[in-house]
């Protein structure tokens, strides 16, 4: 066939492209799965290459390789880090359990351009293998929940930073609208005065604390079961290694890295992921709780609430001329609800573990780092493309909160609750504000009504 070269494995001959860093094991999944068209993202792969760099390092100086073997597969492990041959790594998503097709992906690219910086050439692994070589002491049970681990902690710094800045803008809202007054809102009627900068205020904290949940996420995934091979027992490793391979890692990456306690458990269990998940699914429900609230405090411009207005990014219709939409805060939900989607499979999937492995890992891997990267983009954009241009109508916030019943309320410490309830029902049925009926009736004067509303805001 043109085009291609022959190789080999346990199963027979087959054609694989003659330019591809690949081998028959990658080829094989390929025809196998053609599911999705989906593959793991590079940051993934990423984690993998720097798994083998640690791992043939380390064997190196337990003299298990030649330092021309394993400095050949450390330079081709960087270049793979630097981003170079990511579209060798193709292998669908939804592919062999436990992602063995993937990981053979990894170290056939490796075998192949070690073997080509030794002066080899692709296809032929006498020089390098990539069982023997760079699979060496190692098997996709402890590799893949060891790069499902750093690929996370990769990708979560990312998103804690723009969950507090976008914490932080919400933040500088809060005291830009600190004096605007206003009516809350309880069962989406009338409650009592709030200010347009506590709501936001509000917001601001609680993205705060979504990140500070994502963050304690952040420590169970340090700790690796690399070392622990096929079952946790550590087989067909050299003494030291398993020690060894952490510490080359947790010099690579800068990351704490420590051995798990329990390589089994580390093995076994999904848990780590599933809580991530758990965290993300929080911030995304806060978020998506925060963007509706910003769609339906922007609702109108005329027919709806519209307190706020939000930067004009686009137009909102294809027929409506001069129709603006809240489509960030659109964005942001659909996110949201992904995100929501995903935790939901990862939860299953997590569940699905039997005996010593969980199969599941790659639609795991797949779901946590697809939710890491949206709801890091979708932060970045609400912030810069929304939040940052929010304006209050401080008019139309007043014009609401003097005819709100809720307004009543203030009164209750005054002239008690029936009573306050009298001058809300006559208001109601006069069409007057409740600060005109007060002033009306002598109840309170103008000033002593703005002083009893600026307490209840909590203002001196």
């Known amino acids: 066939m043109s085009g291609t070269r022959r190789e080999k494995d346990f199963l027979g001959e087959a054609e694989v492209p003659a330019d591809a860093y690949f081998g028959i094991q990658t080829w094989r999944a390929v025809q196998n799965f053609p599911i999705s068209g989906l593959r793991a993202p590079a940051v993934f792969n990423r984690a993998f290459a720097e798994i083998k760099k640690a791992a043939a390092l380390a064997h190196r100086e337990l003299?298990?390789?030649?330092?021309?073997?394993?400095?050949?597969?450390?330079?081709?492990?960087?270049?793979?880090?630097?981003?170079?041959?990511?579209?060798?790594?193709?292998?669908?998503?939804?592919?062999?359990?436990?992602?063995?097709?993937?990981?053979m992906n990894v170290n056939e690219v490796l075998a192949n351009r070690a073997s080509e910086l030794l002066g080899g050439r692709r296809g032929e692994y006498e020089l390098v293998h990539p069982n023997d070589h760079v699979n060496?002491?190692?098997?996709?049970?402890?590799v893949f929940p060891t790069a499902m681990r750093l690929a996370a902690l990769f990708t979560l710094a990312g998103l804690l930073e723009q969950l507090r800045s976008l914490s932080d803008a919400f933040q500088a809202k809060a005291e830009e609208f600190a004096e605007v007054a206003k009516s809350g809102r309880t069962h989406l009627q009338d409650a009592v005065p709030v200010t347009l900068g506590q709501e936001f205020g509000a917001y601001a904290e609680a993205l705060s604390r979504a990140a500070a949940h994502v963050e304690e996420q952040k420590q169970p995934l340090r700790e690796l079961g690399i070392g622990g091979s096929a079952a946790g027992t550590g087989l067909n490793t050299l003494p030291?290694?398993?020690?060894?391979?952490?510490?080359?890692l947790a010099e690579q990456t800068g990351l704490d890295l420590t051995p798990a306690e329990n390589p089994f458990e580390?093995?076994?269990?999904?848990?780590?992921?599933?809580?991530?998940?758990?965290?993300?699914?929080?911030?995304?429900?806060?978020?998506?709780?925060?963007?509706?609230?910003?769609?339906?405090?922007?609702?109108g411009p005329t027919t709806g609430l519209g307190e706020i207005r939000l930067p004009a990014v686009q137009p909102g219709s294809s027929i409506m001329p001069g129709k603006l939409n809240p489509v960030i805060a659109e964005c942001m939900n659909m996110i949201?609800?992904?995100?929501?989607?995903?935790?939901?499979?990862?939860?299953?999937?997590?569940?699905?573990?039997?005996?010593?492995?969980?199969?599941?890992?790659?639609?795991?891997?797949?779901?946590?780092?697809?939710?890491?990267?949206?709801?890091?983009?979708?932060?970045?954009?609400?912030?810069?493309?929304?939040?940052?241009?929010?304006?209050?109508?401080?008019?139309?916030?007043?014009?609401?909160?003097?005819?709100?019943?809720?307004?009543?309320?203030?009164?209750?410490?005054?002239?008690?609750?029936?009573?306050?309830?009298?001058?809300?029902?006559?208001?109601?049925?006069?069409?007057?504000?409740?600060?005109?009926?007060?002033?009306?009736?002598?109840?309170?004067?103008?000033?002593?009504?703005?002083?009893?509303?600026?307490?209840?805001?909590?203002?001196?």
């Not at 021309?68 to 669908?92: L, S, Y």
């Not at 060496?136 to 402890?142: A, C, L, R």
């Not at 005109?436 to 703005?450: A, F, N, P, W």
């Open 240 to 248: 030291g290694y398993r020690a060894r391979v952490v510490a080359r």
């Open 266 to 299: 580390a093995m076994q269990s999904m848990a780590p992921f599933a809580r991530l998940s758990g965290a993300l699914r929080v911030a995304a429900i806060e978020l998506g709780r925060i963007s509706n609230d910003l769609r339906l405090l922007s609702s």
């Open 136 to 142: 060496m002491g190692q098997s996709t049970n402890d």
């Open 63 to 103: 003299g298990a390789l030649s330092p021309a073997t394993a400095d050949a597969i450390a330079q081709a492990a960087d270049e793979i880090i630097e981003g170079r041959f990511d579209e060798h790594f193709v292998v669908d998503v939804f592919q062999a359990g436990a992602g063995t097709s993937h990981h």
């Open 336 to 460: 949201c609800l992904q995100v929501i989607g995903n935790d939901t499979c990862i939860a299953q999937a997590a569940g699905a573990g039997q005996m010593e492995l969980n199969v599941m890992m790659p639609v795991i891997s797949y779901n946590i780092l697809w939710s890491i990267e949206i709801l890091t983009n979708g932060a970045h954009v609400l912030r810069e493309r929304c939040v940052g241009g929010i304006e209050a109508d401080a008019e139309r916030c007043r014009a609401y909160l003097s005819s709100s019943v809720g307004l009543a309320t203030v009164l209750n410490p005054v002239i008690g609750y029936h009573r306050a309830a009298e001058v809300a029902r006559e208001a109601a049925a006069t069409g007057k504000t409740i600060r005109q009926v007060v002033v009306e009736k002598g109840i309170l004067s103008e000033e002593e009504l703005d002083r009893l509303l600026a307490q209840s805001l909590g203002r001196k």
